[in-house]
């Protein structure tokens, strides 16, 4: 499980990106990369981290399950990810 600061602080930036989504595209637009700069450093879609719906974890991240790979394993196992089986040859 990741640090509860650590999810908090992602979900901070992606609020932060939201919300200036539409001014930095109008500013993009009109190429003044000077207001651009000056806007926040977490307005940029860049720094937002994909992470575990479940445990927080940013490393081995499945983007289709939005999940880590530990998470995706244990849940495939029990049968809770529809269309998912544990593959055998």
């Not at 602080?9 to 000056?38: F, G, I, N, W």
């Not at 995706?72 to 055998?88: C, D, N, Q, W, Y």
Request: glycine fraction near 4%.
């Amino acid at each position: 499980m990741a640090k509860k600061s650590w999810i908090e602080r992602d979900k901070r930036k992606r609020k932060t990106v939201e919300k200036y989504a539409a001014l930095r595209a109008e500013l993009k637009a009109a190429r003044d990369y000077e207001a651009l700069s000056r806007l926040p450093r977490d307005a940029s879609p860049v720094r937002v981290v994909n992470r575990c719906k479940v445990s927080g974890r940013k490393r081995a991240y499945l983007r289709k399950f939005q999940l880590s790979r530990l998470a995706f394993r244990e849940l495939a196992l029990e049968g809770m990810i529809p269309g998912v089986t544990k593959s055998s040859w």
